[in-house]
């Protein structure tokens, strides 16, 4: 069984996007995707617009935003203004450990 992935539709964001969303009334909710990439960890997406637009959260160098700690991505998103978060984790890939 492979992993089904997000669909993202739109080009990536960056923090200075999520702020400018937000100041426009955007209600942007936060969805963390498990993966077992570098020892396990979260990527980060931004979901707005009633669920139709779902974009990629990429860090200052360019790179995907990555979490290793749930914690602190959750505090993370909290912190950028994000209202909600979705936690997507298929068992067959997670391991806590």
């Given at each position: 069984?492979?992993?089904?992935?997000?669909?993202?539709?739109?080009?990536?964001?960056?923090?200075?996007?999520?702020?400018?969303?937000?100041?426009?009334?955007?209600?942007?909710?936060?969805v963390l995707d498990?993966?077992?990439?570098n020892g396990g960890?979260?990527?980060?997406?931004?979901?707005?617009?009633?669920?139709?637009?779902?974009?990629?959260?990429?860090?200052?160098?360019?790179?995907?935003?990555?979490?290793?700690?749930?914690?602190?991505?959750?505090?993370?998103g909290k912190k950028?203004?994000?209202?909600?978060?979705?936690?997507?984790?298929?068992?067959?890939?997670?391991?806590?450990?």
């Amino acid at each position: 069984m492979t992993k089904e992935s997000i669909t993202v539709n739109h080009q990536p964001l960056d923090t200075r996007a999520i702020e400018e969303l937000n100041i426009s009334g955007l209600s942007v909710d936060l969805v963390l995707d498990y993966s077992n990439d570098n020892g396990g960890g979260y990527y980060v997406y931004a979901k707005y617009n009633n669920n139709h637009i779902t974009r990629q959260i990429y860090a200052h160098r360019g790179n995907p935003r990555f979490f290793k700690n749930i914690g602190r991505a959750i505090d993370w998103g909290k912190k950028m203004g994000m209202k909600h978060c979705i936690l997507r984790i298929t068992y067959e890939d997670f391991n806590p450990e």
